[in-house]
């Protein structure tokens, strides 16, 4: 599989330099990236600023695995939620992207992968039990995405937590450690079955006198080969985060390439960061 710290090139959803409330953040990532020569672009036929869920999952130069984006948060008879679900076929063929389509409902959130694992939260056992048993999936998993190392955590406050997705959880620091949210830092039902797969756990954490309501959003980052950019809150824990993920991804804070994107509340407002506005693969050889 392909992990965020292998890919090269960046694609956003074009909301996200449409829509005034969004265009300071939009255009601080945009000089960023341009400075860095990094490679990005803006995706076409999307119906909001999110990218990663929709957007199908890399696993070779050549492998795009595209999930059926279904997700429960976007249904039922309201108008306003119908009306944000973007169809991926529509961006995929608009960006000559060619997909291995699969009948699973998977949002890519949900997908945080290593070159060799994936964690998962086991949301996507509910969203796929009217089509699908949980061996059904497990092995439609195992063969997409190829390999056997996927570790399913539980779907953790589901009453808060409606979309379910392992991207607000934990990240992988590498192949064999990940790094935990620090909500979760002493959650036993999250750190029970990634140590029984056999994986390093390093928890962020904060000391402060009160805590900034967006603090989960630092674990939210967008990781590429040359740069991850971190959400800046404004915040006392602001320091501490770029302590701790600079000690942990000591390999980009030794190039500078640890960077705070201010501006974020409006995006972080909606329940998502910046992975979640994100779509990172390696060799883009679809265009």
């Known amino acids: 599989m392909i992990a965020d710290w292998q890919t090269e090139t960046i694609y956003f959803s074009e909301w996200l330099r449409k829509l005034q409330s969004y265009k300071p953040v939009c255009r601080f990532i945009e000089n960023e990236l341009t400075a860095r020569h990094i490679s990005y672009e803006f995706l076409q036929g999307t119906n909001d600023i999110w990218a990663r869920d929709y957007m199908p999952v890399q696993i070779s130069d050549e492998k795009f695995i595209e999930f059926r984006y279904d997700p429960d948060y976007l249904q039922g008879t309201a108008k306003c939620r119908r009306n944000y679900k973007t ?117 962020l954490h904060f000391d402060v006198a009160r805590e900034h309501r ?22 006392d824990e602001d320091e501490q985060a770029f302590r701790q993920l600079s000690d942990y991804y000591s390999r980009y804070a030794a190039t500078n390439s640890i960077v705070f994107v201010p501006g974020m509340l409006p995006i972080l407002d909606e329940g998502g960061a910046l992975n979640c506005i994100s779509w990172t693969i390696q060799n883009n050889k679809t265009n």
């Open 214 to 235: 967006h603090n989960w959003a630092y674990l939210n980052f967008l990781q590429t080969r040359d740069l991850i950019l971190v959400p800046q809150l404004g915040a």
């Open 87 to 203: 169809y991926p076929d529509i961006v995929c063929q608009h960006h000559s992207i060619p997909t291995l389509k699969s009948g699973l409902i998977v949002d890519g959130g949900n997908v945080v992968k290593s070159s060799k694992a994936v964690i998962m939260s086991e949301k996507v056992f509910a969203e796929n039990r009217h089509n699908f048993s949980k061996k059904a999936v497990i092995d439609e998993l195992e063969a997409l995405l190829e390999t056997e190392k996927i570790v399913f955590v539980p779907w953790l406050e589901k009453q808060t937590d409606e979309c379910g997705h392992t991207d607000g959880y934990v990240r992988f620091i590498d192949d064999d450690t990940v790094l935990v949210n620090h909500i979760y830092r002493n959650t036993s039902r999250l750190l029970k079955p990634l140590q029984l797969a056999g994986l390093r756990i390093e928890k």
